[in-house]
């Protein structure tokens, strides 16, 4: 599941406010810990970028097998 938020500074550290709706779906409580993955947005646009723009659902689905290379 991925949620966009936006690192703002505290202190001398950095932190992010998990917003309401994930915090009620994920039933998550003060003090939990949890694991986050980040992502950068342009890492994610640069994966986009990489894909044919014409591209068939079998053509898709072949690049899919051989994990986006080509």
């Known amino acids: 599941m991925g949620t966009e938020v936006i690192v703002m500074k505290w202190g001398n550290s950095l932190g992010v406010i998990l917003p309401e709706q994930l915090v009620k779906k994920e039933k998550l409580k003060e003090n939990e810990k949890i694991l986050v993955n980040i992502v950068k947005e342009s890492k994610i646009k640069s994966l986009f970028n990489t894909l044919p ?16 290379e080509q």
Do not use: C
């Open 53 to 68: 723009r014409k591209l068939t659902g079998q053509k898709f689905k072949d690049l899919v097998r051989q994990g986006w």
